[in-house]
Every structure is written in C-alpha cells, then in structure tokens.
C-alpha cells in the first residue's frame, strides 16, 4: 500500500517473512549430515538413535558387571555364615576355620575390586552420557559439554581403566566388608573365649589362640595386625574419587560411608563439570606438517578435519630450501585422518605428532571453562 509516494510494509507479511526465515534455518541445520562415511550420510535423527542403542549397550555391560560385584559379596556373606556355624556347632580347636575363612573373604575382596574396575569402565561412560548428552538435552543451552564426544571417543579407541586397584580396593572394603571382617572378628573372640568354656584369665585366652606352632600372643598380633592394616587402607582411599558411582551427583564431591571431612578434607568441587570426568583423559596432541603442498594440505584440514592451522615459514639447514611448517592442534582420535589427508597429497612430507600440555579454545575446552578449574 503507497501513501504520498511512499510504500508501508503489512506487518502480518513482516512476521510471516520473519517465520519463514526462522523455520528454515533449523531445517537446514537438521538436514546437514553430523557424520558421513563411503557417502552414507548420517543426520541429526539418526544420529541420536545411534546414541541412543550405544548408550543401552553400556547400561547392559554395566549392568552385568554390577551382578558380578554382588556375587562376589554374596560369596563371602555365605562363606562366613557357614565357618561361624562350624565354629560354633564342634568342640575345641575350631576358631582356625575363622582365620581360614578370613583369607577367603580376602581373596573375594581382591576379585570383587578387579570386577569393580571393569564395571567402572562401563559405567563411566553411562554417566558421561546422562549429564553431558542427555542432561544437556533438558535445560539451556540445550548442548552438550564441549569436550564430551571426544572423551567418549577416547575411551572407545584406547579404552583403560578409570580407577586405580586402591580405590577399588578401599571402596569395595568400606561398602560391604568392613562388616565382614567385623563380625569374623567378634567371632573369633567369642569362639576363643568361650569354647569349650568360658576363659578364667588371660594367659588362658592366649593358650586357647595358639593354631598349632603358632603362640597364640603371635596369632593375636598378626590379627589385630592385619585387620588394622585393612582398616588403615579403607581411610586412606577415603579421598581417592575418580570412580563415576551409580547415583552420585554431577557438581561437588560424593558424600562417602566415614564422615571424616575433619581429617581427610574433600577435594574442592571443580565447578559446572562432572567432577569425576576429567580434561586430561582425553589426550591433547600438537602436529607439525613440513610438505611442499601446504595450501592443499590445510585446505583439507580446514574443511574436512574442521580445524585450526597456521603456517609457519621453515629452512632445511642441510639444502638451504625454504620449507612451509603447518601447525595444527587436534586430538588423538584425529591423527589417522590427518595421516591419510597428507600422504594423499604429499608422500614426501614429514609429520610431526607431539602430545601438548594442554589445548584451550578454538575447538577444544573453552578458556573460560579452563578458568574456572
């Protein structure tokens, strides 16, 4: 419509031109590919199904290692019901069956913290994907932490364990066999001081410990000895926490069985990160390109690798040639790429695959974020 010569917009026309715009701009993000290879094309959909089967996958393979740890538990509660009920049902000379049996509990201590590793393996990579993919899904931004798909990829190609042998050990002790242990303990007191009939002194108590050859003041010493060591272990791994934990929360630290803050003091909370998820497990790598192709060789980089690359200007000491340097910061699962782009183009180059420190910005963990820690 024209009034005076001059022309007015219809703002109902404004706002449908402005929707128009708006709508087509998610379409087409949702139409760009995430993830291509031999000229399949995955979307945005297919992608998050995919993610959605691995991430059942690992609940299942996390699942089946938690049976085995309660296995493990069941096996020692069992054997040491069954020694006590020996011990308790014969005659004199029965409280060895005790000692016996608390090496066997020990030995399912050992094998049920070797079954916890590997079930932390799993369920690390559960948790990483509740609070970086799924979470993230929920509240703005609506994203995902910025280094998550490449710690996942990490634990893929090199997989390892999450936790050291200590804090599974001290973790498995202070959850169920502190209490074990506890119980054997009063067992073989109660078996000892009671058995055939209640001890009138002291040096009655000790006789009736002797297990064999062996005095019974030295088998009192090795038990009080052994048990304290085992407690001492399970205060020292109070501060060990690189275990994800089933239901433990995603910011601050995991409140643990001993309230013991006054004695071993809680890490600080690392801030707005899955403070069981560290940066530094997924490997940082600096790459050097010395080539004669280097425009093709960074075009590459920059298109298809979606990377960073600067050129650095370089001279072969021994021909005196002028060589170009390109410099590029990318992460372990991106050298076999980087590999191939510059054999294709230039077999006669010579890469240079260094680990970094630490790589902040540009692709990698944002330097505010890298502030905060």
Not at 214 to 220: D, E, N, S, V
Request: proline share 5%; charged share 20%; hydrophobic share 50%.
């Amino acid at each position: 419509m024209s009034v005076d010569g001059q022309t007015q917009s219809n703002p109902e026309t404004a706002r449908a031109t402005e929707s128009g715009a708006s709508s087509a701009a998610p379409e087409a993000a949702a139409a760009e590919p995430v993830w291509t290879f031999r000229g399949y094309k995955l979307k945005a959909s297919e992608f998050n199904q995919a993610m959605i089967h691995f991430f059942r996958s690992q609940v299942s393979r996390a699942d089946v290692w938690r049976q085995r740890l309660d296995m493990t538990t069941n096996w020692a509660v069992l054997t040491t019901g069954a020694t006590i009920s020996v011990a308790f049902t014969r005659d004199l000379g029965n409280h060895g069956v005790i000692l016996l049996n608390t090496l066997l509990v020990t030995l399912f201590l050992f094998i049920e913290a070797r079954r916890y590793r590997f079930y932390e393996v799993w369920s690390t990579r559960v948790r990483l994907m509740e609070t970086d993919f799924f979470a993230a899904m929920l509240v703005p931004p609506f994203q995902p932490a910025a280094d998550w798909a490449e710690s996942l990829a990490e634990n893929l190609l090199q997989p390892h364990f999450t936790i050291s042998l200590a804090e599974a050990l001290g973790r498995r002790y202070r959850r169920n066999y502190v209490w074990i242990y506890f119980i054997l303990a009063v067992a073989w007191l109660a078996n000892v001081s009671t058995y055939p009939a209640p001890v009138q002194s002291f040096e009655e108590f000790l006789a009736r410990a002797a297990l064999g050859p062996i005095p019974g003041w030295l088998t009192l010493a090795l038990g009080l000895l052994f048990n304290l060591g085992l407690l001492i272990m399970g205060l020292l791994t109070v501060t060990l926490q690189e275990a994800a934990g089933e239901v433990w929360p995603r910011y601050g630290t995991a409140p643990d069985l001993f309230r013991l803050e006054s004695i071993f003091p809680k890490p600080a909370s690392p801030g707005w990160r899955a403070w069981f998820r560290r940066s530094y497990q997924r490997e940082q790598l600096l790459a050097l390109v010395i080539t004669d192709q280097a425009r093709a060789i960074s075009d590459k980089i920059l298109h298809e690798m979606k990377r960073g690359v600067t050129a650095l200007s370089g001279t072969g000491m021994y021909t005196g040639q002028t060589r170009t340097v390109l410099m590029c910061a990318l992460t372990v699962t991106e050298v076999a790429q980087l590999r191939a782009i510059v054999a294709a183009l230039d077999p006669q180059a010579v890469l240079i695959v260094a680990p970094a420190r630490e790589v902040s910005g540009g692709g990698f963990v944002p330097l505010r974020e890298r502030l905060e820690l």
